[in-house]
């Protein structure tokens, strides 16, 4: 029996280590659907992310997106009904992977700000790359679900970005960076933030609801069921 399954086109390696999370979290609320032996159809193509990272520190995004705007070209041609781009960061360049296909790119940020609202929160903290952190593309994307986003001080951005980079995506977890974070925040917290985004699709690996009294919400899980529940044609309850 053929299933309305639509095909799901994932833009990973960035890093691979928070891909893996991607694959199985797509999988796994496929089948809580279906049911039996169900799985998602999915298209993956993985990235060499040391080529995206150095294009990332030099400020080469125009050269980034040109990139993936052909992974994505890659991807609809292969038969994707839509795109997943699997990393919170590179959203900067959902522009031009937008405009290079005919296929709906689903946004990170989206699921992100609806499951916030359910959840009853106008004023959230912000924690991923120095980039996400300190540039607009997410903040701003965030703010048009009307949300508040509060950052840490430049010295934690640092830190933040420094142990995502440098230890996570290496797949690299100690418990001094998780100190760290859980200062962060707590920081974040005291300046009214009223729960905090996992705003780098590694941060999963190092922090977890448990460790935090701040509601974590954690856009890799967030992004990964909203994908299935489209590939299903359902709506994410």
């Known amino acids: 029996m053929t299933t309305p399954l639509k095909t799901l086109g994932l833009i990973g390696g960035m890093s691979w280590e928070s891909t893996l999370p991607y694959y199985r979290q797509i999988n796994e609320t496929v089948k809580a659907a279906l049911g039996g032996l169900h799985s998602a159809r999915i298209i993956l193509y993985s990235v060499d992310f040391?080529?995206?990272?150095?294009?990332?520190?030099?400020?080469?995004?125009?050269?980034?997106?040109?990139?993936?705007?052909?992974v994505a070209q890659k991807l609809e041609g292969a038969g994707a009904d839509a795109l997943v781009l699997c990393t919170n960061t590179m959203h900067k360049v959902?522009?031009?992977?937008t405009e290079a296909v005919d296929?709906?790119?689903?946004?990170?940020?989206?699921?992100?700000?609806?499951?916030?609202?359910?959840?009853?929160?106008?004023?959230?903290?912000?924690?991923?790359?120095?980039?996400?952190?300190?540039?607009?593309?997410?903040?701003?994307?965030?703010?048009?679900?009307?949300?508040?986003?509060?950052?840490?001080?430049?010295?934690?951005?640092?830190?933040?970005?420094?142990?995502?980079?440098?230890?996570l995506c290496l797949g690299q977890i100690n418990d001094t960076s998780r100190q760290t974070y859980l200062r962060v925040i707590a920081e974040l917290g005291a300046r009214g933030a009223q729960a905090v985004i996992l705003g780098c699709t590694e941060i999963a690996m190092l922090i977890q609801s448990e460790d935090c009294p701040l509601p974590l919400f954690d856009t890799t899980a967030l992004h990964a069921r909203s994908a299935a529940h489209w590939a299903l044609s359902a709506p994410c309850p």
């Open 94 to 97: 959902a522009d031009a992977i």
């Open 103 to 167: 296929i709906p790119l689903l946004h990170i940020a989206d699921p992100t700000a609806l499951a916030i609202q359910q959840a009853g929160h106008t004023t959230v903290g912000l924690l991923g790359t120095r980039f996400t952190m300190e540039q607009d593309f997410y903040r701003r994307r965030l703010e048009q679900h009307g949300l508040t986003v509060l950052t840490p001080a430049q010295a934690d951005r640092e830190l933040v970005h420094q142990i995502i980079y440098q230890e």
């Open 50 to 70: 040391a080529e995206i990272e150095q294009l990332q520190a030099s400020g080469q995004w125009r050269a980034a997106g040109a990139l993936l705007a052909d």
